[in-house]
């Protein structure tokens, strides 16, 4: 069951292997050692065409499991080269003509804040969300977005970038959907998407939502249907080609688990309660993509930062709101001269917003116990999410070793944790 679904997802296995090779490298320094990994293959190749009179030493070409072991060998062998290759670069100055050209956008694009009737926090809070702006952050309004359980708002991610790939695909909806028109408006889609994707200095998660929404509009243009799961992995391939140390960075990390929880939990959850009534369908949606997302990502999240919120149900849904309108009419405001019409109205909605998003972080903040300070380590961190990993396996096999295994890494983490309290000073 497994294995046919990761064939029906050509991306599955070379990033698997690409990952494998990352990490090898990373962590046991395997740089000569994997020259093993392109000279067998070649080694073997060569043979089976020199020796003569042995037919059963060449390699045929029908036999598709020997050449998907010498390609996956030589993929192997260039994972682990360019990692050697990324790590050797690692302390480089990371300046560039793209980092220049979005600082110097973010600045320009930030002047008009300066006339905004908000404080200096609120106006810190909108240049994030809008622009990706962190400098002017204050790190206590970053603790508290983090205890209401909405910090991704203050990071550029595939929520950020979906919003603005549809605001951009609304004003473009009056371009045929045919013809020469259906490329112009592809085109066009794609220059303005990875031009906000550069602004934002090219953060990870905005990335990997570009790089998902290219496959994306691609598929759609060219008509072909699209899955999620090979979308997700293909994007993740990409950028691990690109830079292999992304896979350490902890946006990278966050941004696929939620995204992949999101994918293959979301639709079970809401079929848990079917809503057909339109205006309940969207927030019941909103709210099990928030519950996925979570889910895929609470264990990092803890191991990371150290808290969990438990206040997240009540703000996902009021804040996703607020934040899925700032962004496109924050985004219009700045674009649009002063004194167009609707400016100041649009300047007063802006302002609105902001301000209703800061009041209900700020009050839910304050709740008693609005979030779970916890300490974990990356043992714990890893098996517990084998522990996921096999409970959703039993679910969809019904086989009662996945749930013995799970119970055995469950024991595992609780052995962990006795020692580390009882036997370390």
């Not at 405001?333 to 167009?340: D, Q, R, S």
């Not at 679910?395 to 119970?407: D, E």
Request: glycine share 6%; aromatic share 12%.
């Amino acid at each position: 069951m497994i294995i046919k679904e990761i064939q029906k997802r050509p991306f599955a296995r070379p990033l698997a292997v690409w990952i494998t090779g990352i990490l090898l490298q990373s962590f046991l320094d395997c740089s000569f050692a994997s020259l093993l990994f392109i000279v067998i293959p070649l080694s073997v190749i060569v043979l089976s065409c020199l020796v003569p009179g042995r037919e059963e030493l060449r390699v045929s070409y029908e036999s598709r499991w020997v050449w998907g072991v010498l390609f996956l060998s030589v993929l192997l062998f260039f994972s682990m080269q360019r990692t050697v290759y990324r790590q050797d670069r690692a302390e480089e100055p990371r300046t560039s003509l793209l980092t220049e050209f979005a600082q110097k956008e973010q600045e320009r694009l930030l002047q008009p804040f300066e006339c905004l009737n908000l404080s200096k926090e609120e106006k810190s809070v909108l240049a994030t969300i809008t622009l990706g702006y962190r400098a002017g952050m204050d790190r206590e309004v970053r603790k508290r977005f983090s205890a209401t359980g909405v910090a991704h708002l203050l990071a550029v991610s595939g929520f950020h970038v979906a919003i603005v790939c549809g605001f951009l695909s609304l004003l473009l909806s009056f371009l045929p959907k045919n013809g020469f028109c259906k490329w112009v408006k592809y085109l066009l889609l794609l220059v303005l998407l990875w031009t906000f994707v550069a602004i934002t200095e090219l953060a990870s998660s905005a990335i990997r939502a570009g790089l998902m929404l290219t496959f994306y509009l691609t598929g759609r243009t060219i008509r072909r249907k699209s899955d999620g799961y090979n979308t997700l992995a293909a994007s993740a391939f990409c950028m691990l080609v690109f830079n292999p140390l992304y896979l350490f960075d902890i946006g990278f990390q966050l941004s696929y688990l939620a995204v992949l929880s999101i994918l293959y939990l979301q639709p079970r959850l809401q079929s848990l309660v079917p809503v057909r009534n339109p205006l309940l369908a969207v927030p019941w949606g909103w709210l099990t993509l928030t519950l996925a997302a979570q889910a895929g990502t609470a264990l990092l999240c803890v191991y990371y930062f150290r808290q969990f919120s438990l206040v997240f149900l009540c703000t996902s849904l009021p804040l996703t709101l607020l934040a899925t309108l700032l962004i496109p009419a924050g985004l219009l405001w700045i674009l649009l001269p002063a004194g167009f019409p609707g400016y100041e109205q649009l300047q007063l909605l802006v302002e609105k917003m902001t301000h209703s998003l800061l009041w209900i972080v700020d009050s839910f903040s304050r709740v008693t116990g609005a979030d779970w300070h916890l300490r974990t380590n990356l043992f714990s961190t890893v098996l517990g999410y084998g522990v996921i990993l096999l409970f959703l396996l039993f679910g969809q096999t019904r086989r009662l070793r996945f749930v013995l295994l799970a119970l055995l890494l469950l024991l595992l983490i609780l052995l962990e944790l006795l020692i580390e309290r009882f036997f370390t000073v």
